[in-house]
């Protein structure tokens, strides 16, 4: 009972530790709790199980690192922006493309887009996307197993970058919480990064689709700098500095 007990205020602690800090290695659990490199997965293992936190290569990060209300509310937030961003964005999506789709509001907008295209192969981690486009098109989807974020669809799990860099894309694209004046890009949630690095590096051209709420905006991980996008499609320009930066990264921008 006693073991019991410790173990699951061990666990406590650990969700409490991820909460502040997002992400914990299995080396950090091992140092922090005195415990083997077995215990820590199967702590980890455990808080996963229970939905409140998610593996990933050699640790693990907070199931929900930003609120569920936070995350509804950018469903509604500048909505009509996010469908032209989707229509423009679909429009640069060649016929038989292999494209993956990140998770999100304006990847969903791009989604209802592609719908359009014909013979396209699809690999999204976004239930929604992946509803989308079965329901109306015969695209060959493939989507990773895992845990469902159900706030927005979200699929995880700890091999997920593992399965997407099984494939190779000619077009990926991303969206994020932010893009900042120093040309970082970046989003809130350290699997999502994970993910998206994956299919950026197996991509022939990443299109970057975002709503003007993200420029200025420092995102909690960095996911790459503005040098590794090739594409912006946006629904106005972006302010000085950054669309110097834009510029002087050589990307494309299309509004």
Do not use: W
Not at 59 to 68: C, N, Q
Not at 152 to 180: L, N, P
Request: overall charge neutral; charged content about 25%.
């Amino acid at each position: 009972m006693a073991k019991d007990s410790k173990k699951s205020g061990r666990q406590a602690h650990l969700l409490s530790h991820l909460e502040q800090n997002h992400y914990v290695s299995i080396e950090e659990i091992t140092a922090l709790y005195g415990v083997t490199t077995q215990t820590a997965r199967r702590d980890i293992m455990a808080l996963e199980e229970q939905g409140k936190v998610r593996r990933l290569h050699g640790g693990a990060t907070i199931s929900t690192p930003v609120e569920p209300s936070v995350l509804r509310q950018r469903r509604v937030d500048n909505a009509t922006a996010k469908e032209r961003i989707g229509l423009l964005t679909a429009e640069l999506i060649p016929d038989g493309s292999a494209v993956f789709i990140d998770t999100g509001t304006t990847c969903e907008a791009v989604a209802r887009a592609l719908v359009k295209r014909r013979d396209l192969r699809v690999v999204t981690y976004s239930l929604r996307v992946a509803t989308t486009l079965s329901e109306s098109t015969d695209f060959a989807i493939a989507v990773p197993g895992g845990f469902v974020r159900q706030v927005d669809g979200g699929v995880f799990r700890e091999e997920t970058a593992e399965y997407i860099r099984r494939f190779k894309f000619d077009v990926a694209i991303i969206s994020v919480s932010g893009i900042d004046h120093e040309g970082d890009i970046g989003d809130d949630d350290h699997a999502e990064v994970a993910a998206v690095s994956a299919a950026m590096a197996q991509a022939g051209r990443v299109i970057l689709a975002v709503d003007s709420s993200k420029f200025g905006r420092r995102a909690l991980v960095r996911l790459a700098s503005l040098r590794d996008i090739h594409t912006l499609v946006t629904e106005t320009l972006p302010p000085e500095p950054l669309l110097g930066r834009l510029h002087r990264s050589n990307v494309q921008i299309h509004t």
